[in-house]
């Protein structure tokens, strides 16, 4: 049985299908990581799952500030910020892991978990006044 660092509820919903599905992806993705890290086969998967964690969230931060122009988010520069500062933080783990500087941890693991489920729950939640399904097809 595999055991998840992050389990999706309906309480990480933030009642748009897209964006869930996108943040369901980020949660596989850091599951999957997980489960490498405590099979023991971290550094087989290592280098593939953190290059796919990196390029799944740059995508799915884009879905989000895409929408937020199209909607005039007022929190978008800090919403954006808090993207980027993320972005940053996985490149400076994959350099670090490339490099060996570092191997991967319950730290790394830990901030991944923490991080996209502060996000969810605390700063994704103010968009959802502004959400609307069309506006996000368009």
Known sequence: MTKKLIEWTDNLSIDN???DKQHQKLIELINNLYDAFLAGKAND???EIIEELATYTVSHFKT???FFD???Y???EDHKKEHSNFVEKVVV???KLASCEVSLSYDIMNFLRDWLKTHIL???RKYIPFLSPEILLQ
Do not use: R
Request: charged share 30%.
């Open 74 to 76: 007022p929190e978008i």
């Open 17 to 19: 299908g897209l964006i």
């Open 45 to 47: 998967h290592l280098s």
């Open 93 to 95: 783990f994959k350099t």
């Open 64 to 66: 989000e500030e895409t």
């Open 70 to 72: 199209k909607v005039n």
């Open 122 to 124: 605390v700063t994704d």
